[in-house]
């Protein structure tokens, strides 16, 4: 089998990371590729569809999320009023329990989202919202009439499969002159370089791709998507305690922070609050507007 290549430019993969740390998979499992040219990582070695299933089958939750709802949701309504979105209708592509659809909700605008996980879907549905449970190409084969004045992805990227294939589909779901607004983990990231290893967004297996500014910018730019704005935040309290654990070499299951969720809770409230400046000061999290 030949050497794998960059997916965003093409560009030769070299070792970037030998063992990162995740809850996700044991340690030394996978490693990260880089590419010299545009920036962008890769998982190594790339995970199967079965793989990935078993993965997220036996450890995927969204349940230490809903242990920051507060967070969660002063985070959504910071990034839906910097999309300007004031007017219109709007898609939540990977909406979890619908944290930023409430947001919109609140602000008039039509909203809709897109949950993978059966579970949040119904949770977000329950909430009153019309969320469908599937893949973004799913919805769009399953309305396609329906389009969008803005589409949010936030921490989805990363994990499909095809990224190319996600950004014609969310390109075709705009309306004229609509955005796209999209946050992923920054492979280029200070706190990266700090922690090493132990960053707390690598994820592998589940997150197969990691990019760097360059790498979103192009992938945009072959999909035919204009970008006007880029800003990066920090990370949430959830990566922040997972960051801090990995590089102390502690091992963190995904299911450790709500093994005793009151107390776990009460304790990310509290660093929540100690490290709220970081939300404005760190740049783990890239983000991007960008227009068709």
């Not at 910097?82 to 592509?93: F, H, K, P, Y």
């Not at 947001?103 to 469908?132: C, M």
């Not at 589909?169 to 132990?198: D, H, I, M, Q, Y």
């Amino acid at each position: 089998m030949s050497d794998p290549s960059c997916i965003v430019c093409g560009g030769a993969l070299a070792p970037a990371v030998a063992r990162p740390r995740s809850s996700y998979a044991p340690l030394g499992s996978y490693r990260i590729d880089a590419c010299g040219g545009c920036g962008a990582g890769a998982t190594i070695p790339r995970p199967t569809a079965d793989e990935l299933a078993r993965c997220y089958e036996a450890t995927y939750s969204y349940s230490t999320h809903d242990l920051i709802e507060a967070e969660k949701r002063r985070r959504a309504a910071a990034l839906l009023a910097w999309s300007g979105a004031v007017t219109g209708r709007i898609l939540d592509v990977g909406c979890m329990f619908g944290f930023l659809l409430d947001e919109a909700r609140g602000r008039g605008l039509v909203s809709h989202g897109i949950e993978l996980s059966a579970g949040a879907a119904a949770a977000a549905t329950a909430r009153g919202h019309d969320v469908f449970a599937g893949t973004i190409e799913d919805f769009a084969r399953d309305r396609p009439g329906l389009r969008f004045d803005v589409i949010f992805a936030q921490h989805v990227l990363e994990h499909v499969p095809d990224p190319r294939g996600f950004l014609a589909t969310a390109r075709a779901l705009l309306s004229p002159g609509g955005k796209l607004v999209l946050c992923v983990p920054n492979f280029e990231a200070r706190l990266r370089k700090v922690a090493r290893s132990g960053w707390g967004w690598y994820q592998v297996p589940v997150h197969l791709h990691h990019f760097s500014s360059r790498a979103l910018h192009r992938l945009l730019d072959d999909a035919g998507l204009a970008v006007e704005a880029e800003r990066t935040r920090g990370g949430d309290t959830l990566f922040l305690m997972l960051s801090a654990l990995q590089t102390l070499g502690v091992n963190v299951g995904s299911s450790t922070a709500s093994a005793q969720p009151g107390l776990a809770r009460t304790a990310l409230r509290v660093l929540g609050e100690v490290t709220r400046p970081y939300y404005a000061l760190g740049d783990d999290e890239l983000a991007v507007i960008a227009r068709a």
